[in-house]
């Protein structure tokens, strides 16, 4: 999977530092937020963090707006690597 994250943004680093945590093998790109950008491309809100999973789909929302309700990057990765 591939993490789009910006250095400026606390969401995508509680997101990576979840990822490194758990041992998440995935490749990080640095989106420069203040610069045209590709991001887009990948999530239409242009937003950080931005988690593609290896079947393609996308997850947008970090979960500190969602978490209690059960969605959310930080849910998935507790889901999916919880240990
Ligand atoms: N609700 C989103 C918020 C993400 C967010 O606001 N990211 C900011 C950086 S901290 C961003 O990408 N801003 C770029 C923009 O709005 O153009 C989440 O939890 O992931």
Redesign the pocket.
């Known amino acids: 999977m591939k993490l789009y994250a910006?250095a400026?943004?606390?969401?995508?680093r509680e997101i990576r530092v979840m990822m490194l945590e758990k041992g998440v093998e995935h490749e990080l790109e640095l989106v420069n937020?203040w610069e045209p950008n590709q991001l887009h491309h990948v999530n239409p809100?242009?937003?950080?963090?931005a988690l593609k999973l290896d079947d393609g789909r996308v997850l947008?929302?970090?979960?500190?707006?969602g978490r209690q309700h059960g969605c959310?990057?930080c849910n998935t990765l507790q889901n999916a690597f919880s240990r």
């Open positions: 910006s400026a943004s606390s969401f995508a937020l809100l242009g937003k950080v963090p947008v929302s970090s979960g500190f707006g959310g990057q």
